[in-house]
């Protein structure tokens, strides 16, 4: 039998072998190596192992995206386990998917709301790595339950970064729909979709600091390099 520590490194060596065959950039797949590097056996725990190792060439977009969000999440949240950091990870990538939004526009709207902190709260009461108000977040359960068969009962955890993540990412994406201009959304994200309505309504001026904020760090993380990021 293999000793425990040879068996690991063969599972991080194929998952370099993964990486660098499937990235088109020789920079992501150094950076491949440097963050499974530092990874403990969060992903690799039990025997089923993370399904990076048996990454296909049709996941190698989803490989360097998901590689990418958790690089962000590290570099703004040190301190945060691995385990959490690839449970986020994940969560932005697949809700991203789910409601058709770039995983890197979340992130952004994640940085400026909160800087990553699962269990900030404003003086709104808006809570959480989304920054979701409860009311708000009763509304969209109700909503997404609707639609997933989900059956979500109040008190909801806001500060369950999953779920929040989850909330807030279907929030944005029915902003994006219903406007159907991004700065819009996002501008309906901070102030409420009545307050941008009523102002479009009256032909009033829009204050779009916010989204301009949230569009200017995106662009940020849309760099052609992977790199470690540092704050906006």
């Known amino acids: 039998k293999k000793p425990l520590l040879f068996m690991k490194a063969s599972k991080i060596l194929k998952c370099f072998q993964v990486v660098i065959r499937l990235s088109s950039s020789p920079n992501l797949a150094v950076l491949a190596i440097f963050f499974f590097l530092l990874i403990p056996s969060d992903p690799f725990k ?36 691995d385990g959490w950091a690839w449970d986020i990870s994940n969560t932005i990538l697949e809700e991203s998917r789910r409601h058709s939004l770039d995983p890197l526009l979340v992130l952004a709207l ?21 920054q979701i108000r409860p009311i708000v977040a009763n509304a969209l359960a109700k909503e997404l339950g609707a639609i997933d068969s989900l059956t979500l ?80």
């Open 46 to 81: 039990a025997e089923k192992g993370h399904w990076i190792e048996s990454a296909g060439s049709g996941d190698a977009k989803q490989v360097s995206e998901l590689l990418k969000i958790y690089s962000i999440v590290k570099s703004r949240r040190a301190d945060l386990r």
């Open 153 to 232: 009962h109040p008190p909801l955890n806001l500060d369950d970064p999953v779920f929040n993540i989850k909330l807030g990412v279907y929030y944005l994406g029915s902003l994006k729909e219903n406007f159907r201009d991004l700065k819009l959304a996002l501008t309906a994200y901070n102030w409420g979709p009545t307050e941008v309505k009523n102002r479009l309504q009256e032909d009033e001026v829009l204050p779009l600091a916010y989204a301009m904020k949230v569009l200017s760090t995106y662009q940020s993380y849309r760099q052609d390099s992977p790199q470690i990021y540092k704050n906006p």
């Open 110 to 130: 994640i940085n400026v709301e909160s800087s990553f902190q699962t269990e900030a709260v404003s003086t709104e009461g808006a809570r959480g790595l989304m």
